[in-house]
């Protein structure tokens, strides 16, 4: 099921990045766009399927875990990686615009999870009522990225595409954009689901199984996708599709899993939740550390010794 998972991940990606840089050109918007929306929904696919069949289930530990766990994992593990490939430039508005609103994602998420210490209620809970705010949060979002579309098929702003990949015909990209889109579902799924049967054999609690191997299997999508748009020079992709992923993951996915069934939260993954804010001011304050506007390798084995050293606690607590 690993093996079979990996394969699907990597195919899949390919299919994506290919169909997306097509759509890109076609629609005349810049590939970061695409990014921010198109591969970023796609790869955030597996959090979501997995989020609400454990909604389902009642099954909050692994629908918390899972995100909070991919999007820790999205930032310092293939942003780390993605340095190694070659430095990631960051375009002003996803400094400005993008990363910002994921850090009020992920401040927003501490608040609704703490009504212990804020209101002295009996337990903390993320509410039905938190999680519509959450998808209309996601709403305001997506509407940024249809004026940001429109702005860009006007001329009004820059970085399109320029990349060497051919436009395909309409039928061809819708058929790629599929493929890819499928691929990393099942993929993701097959991945994750090995690696539980593994964890649950040698007895290693639900929240802890979430917030490492599922996180880590259902961020395979977001890895293989940025690292093949890495090694296409697709970087704003790269960028983009992180950025997007995380906003996605809160946003709608624990918006939508919220909302389907109220969520239980434990006292002892508040640590999770400052760790992800954490991370992501981390993400903000590195572009401005070597050299503006960019992350460079050194702040990548950063990143990546960050998650090290977070993944071995976490371990060691569970």
Known sequence: ????????????????INGASSLAKMLGVSELMIGL???AFGTSLPELLIN?????????????????????????????????????????????????FALLATIVLAIFLNDVILNGYAENML???????????????????????????????????????????????AGFLLIGLIGLFI??????????????NIGISEFLISSTIIAMGTGLPELV???????KRN????VGNIVGSNIF??????????????????????FDVLFLVGTTIVLFLSIFTIKPHRIDKPEGIIFLLLYAAYAAFIIFRG
């Open 1 to 16: 099921m690993l093996i079979a998972g990996f394969l699907l991940l990597i195919k899949g990606a390919e299919y994506l």
């Open 37 to 39: 929306s198109v591969v």
């Open 52 to 100: 609400v069949f454990a909604a389902l289930e009642n099954n909050a530990s692994i629908s918390l875990g899972n995100v909070i766990g991919s999007n820790i994992f999205n930032i310092f593990v293939i942003l780390g990686i993605l340095t190694l490939i070659g430095t990631l430039k960051v375009q002003r508005s996803t400094i400005w615009k993008e990363i910002p």
């Open 127 to 173: 509410s039905r009522a938190e999680g519509l705010v959450l998808l209309s949060f996601f709403c305001i979002f997506v509407y940024y990225l249809y004026s940001l579309a429109m702005a860009q098929r006007n001329g009004n702003a820059k970085g399109l595409s320029k990349t060497r990949t051919p436009v395909y015909s309409t039928g061809k990209t």
């Open 187 to 200: 993929g993701g799924r097959l991945t994750v689901d090995g690696a539980v049967i593994a964890a649950r």
């Open 225 to 231: 996708a940025s690292i093949m748009a890495a090694l």
């Open 235 to 238: 970087m704003d992709m790269a």
């Open 249 to 270: 993951n809160i946003f709608l996915v624990l918006g939508l899993t919220a909302t389907i069934n109220p969520l239980p939260f434990e006292d002892y993954a508040n």
